[in-house]
């Protein structure tokens, strides 16, 4: 296992250097995070609300027994059936205790829905920030590819005498391609 143990640590170690030159697919990655968050939160608001639709449909279901009941036992007094009265009343009884926990069960899904309702926003919003910080870090990124260290105009390319100065789009494209493989290969490798 101690292999496994220093090779996890080399490669988490590796990874967090990665990030640290390449904060822009840190921020990919925890927007990535919160989609997921943000999904599973739309998933279990559906799953509560199905929930929600069954518990009331049972306890409307449970309110008729109890009123169907409650005739039975009018209905038992007025024949003077006293035997039937009690047997009905115990029956009444149990359905409203049935009720009334259906009743809390409902309350609680309720209280879970507006919470994950709540979760779900605030999973959004900062959803929305980091998209918004992802795109201030890429124009950053862009306005510093297209100026150099240097101002003394060696380390410029030949190409920006004539009126040019961003970087060659072929150039930009297979950076960006290069390190977005680097970043699946660290993964890959972390996942194994």
Same mark, same amino acid.
């Given at each position: 296992?101690?292999?496994?143990? #220093? !090779?996890? @640590?080399?490669?988490?170690? /590796?990874?967090?250097?990665? $990030?640290?030159?390449?904060?822009? %697919?840190?921020?990919?990655?925890?927007?990535?995070?919160?989609?997921?968050?943000?999904?599973?939160?739309?998933?279990?608001?559906?799953?509560?609300?199905?929930?929600?639709?069954?518990?009331?449909?049972?306890?409307?279901?449970?309110?008729?027994?109890?009123?169907?009941?409650?005739?039975?036992?009018?209905?038992?007094?007025?024949?003077?059936?006293? #035997? !039937?009265? @009690?047997?009905?009343?115990? /029956?009444?009884?149990?359905? $409203?205790?049935?009720?009334?926990? %259906?009743?809390?069960?409902?309350?609680?899904?309720?209280?879970?829905?507006?919470?994950?309702?709540?979760?779900?926003?605030?999973?959004?919003?900062?959803?929305?920030?980091?998209?918004?910080?992802?795109?201030?870090?890429?124009?950053?990124?862009?306005?510093?590819?297209?100026?150099?260290?240097?101002?003394?105009?060696?380390?410029?390319?030949?190409?920006?005498?004539?009126?040019?100065?961003?970087?060659?789009?072929?150039?930009?494209?297979?950076?960006?391609?290069?390190?977005?493989?680097?970043?699946?290969?660290?993964?890959?490798?972390?996942?194994?």
């Amino acid at each position: 296992m101690g292999i496994f143990e #220093d !090779l996890s @640590k080399f490669l988490e170690t /590796r990874l967090d250097e990665f $990030l640290k030159a390449n904060p822009h %697919l840190e921020l990919w990655g925890l927007e990535d995070q919160l989609r997921g968050q943000e999904q599973d939160a739309i998933h279990l608001l559906g799953d509560l609300k199905r929930r929600e639709k069954q518990l009331e449909d049972s306890i409307l279901s449970t309110a008729q027994d109890i009123q169907r009941w409650h005739s039975r036992i009018q209905n038992a007094q007025v024949a003077n059936r006293l #035997d !039937l009265v @009690k047997a009905a009343q115990e /029956r009444e009884a149990a359905l $409203l205790r049935q009720g009334n926990q %259906l009743w809390g069960q409902m309350k609680g899904v309720k209280e879970q829905i507006e919470q994950t309702r709540n979760l779900q926003k605030e999973i959004h919003d900062r959803r929305r920030e980091l998209k918004a910080k992802i795109a201030e870090t890429q124009a950053q990124r862009s306005a510093q590819r297209t100026t150099t260290s240097w101002d003394t105009g060696w380390a410029k390319p030949p190409f920006e005498d004539f009126g040019r100065n961003t970087m060659d789009p072929v150039e930009e494209s297979f950076q960006r391609w290069e390190t977005e493989q680097e970043l699946e290969e660290l993964k890959r490798n972390m996942g194994r």
